[in-house]
């Protein structure tokens, strides 16, 4: 199947940015390899929230790191949808937490894991990570021993 014939609206179209938290801008598309396992890792520098105490903009970089299965996610409509939380006021776990959290609803991945690198606000910096595996498969093994043996960039 050609990647025209999936269904995908947002690639090759004109951009529009939303202004607040918007999950549904997610697009996918067939994995080509989903008896392979392999990696596929965005890392979006630029990402912007708001504090939800203080209305103040956070700065972060987002990294996700994922083993597809039979969906992918489509890397402009990710970009689109990082970009919403640019006026969304959450703390920096939940940011982390709830972009997980859509990407497995998304695509049902074997496993994912996303950090959050922010910028000091207040002399502290906050890394969140935070992992998921399927399951009942060696991929929920997987996520334990990564999140017990994870160590802070």
């Given at each position: 199947m050609?990647?025209?014939?999936?269904?995908?609206k947002?690639?090759?179209?004109?951009t529009?940015?939303?202004?607040?938290?918007?999950?549904?801008?997610?697009?996918?598309?067939e994995?080509?390899?989903?008896?392979?396992?392999?990696?596929?890792?965005?890392?979006c520098?630029?990402?912007?929230?708001?504090?939800?105490?203080?209305?103040?903009?956070?700065?972060?970089e987002?990294?996700?790191?994922y083993?597809?299965?039979?969906?992918m996610?489509?890397?402009?409509?990710?970009?689109?949808?990082?970009?919403?939380?640019?006026?969304?006021?959450?703390?920096?776990?939940?940011?982390?937490?709830?972009?997980?959290?859509?990407?497995?609803?998304?695509?049902?991945?074997k496993?994912i894991?996303?950090?959050?690198?922010?910028?000091?606000?207040?002399?502290?910096?906050?890394?969140?990570y935070a992992?998921?595996?399927?399951?009942?498969?060696?991929?929920?093994?997987?996520?334990?021993?990564?999140?017990e043996?994870?160590?802070?960039?």
């Open positions: 050609k990647r025209t014939d999936e269904g995908l947002l690639l090759g179209s004109e529009e940015y939303k202004n607040n938290y918007a999950p549904e801008v997610l697009e996918t598309f994995n080509q390899h989903p008896d392979n396992d392999y990696w596929v890792q965005f890392n520098p630029e990402f912007t929230s708001l504090c939800p105490i203080t209305g103040q903009p956070d700065f972060a987002i990294k996700i790191l083993i597809p299965d039979k969906r996610v489509e890397s402009k409509s990710l970009k689109l949808y990082l970009f919403s939380f640019r006026n969304h006021g959450d703390f920096h776990e939940d940011c982390v937490n709830i972009i997980m959290k859509d990407l497995i609803r998304l695509m049902d991945p496993y894991e996303i950090t959050g690198i922010f910028l000091p606000r207040g002399g502290i910096s906050i890394y969140p992992n998921y595996g399927r399951p009942g498969t060696k991929y929920e093994l997987m996520a334990q021993h990564r999140l043996n994870y160590h802070s960039i």
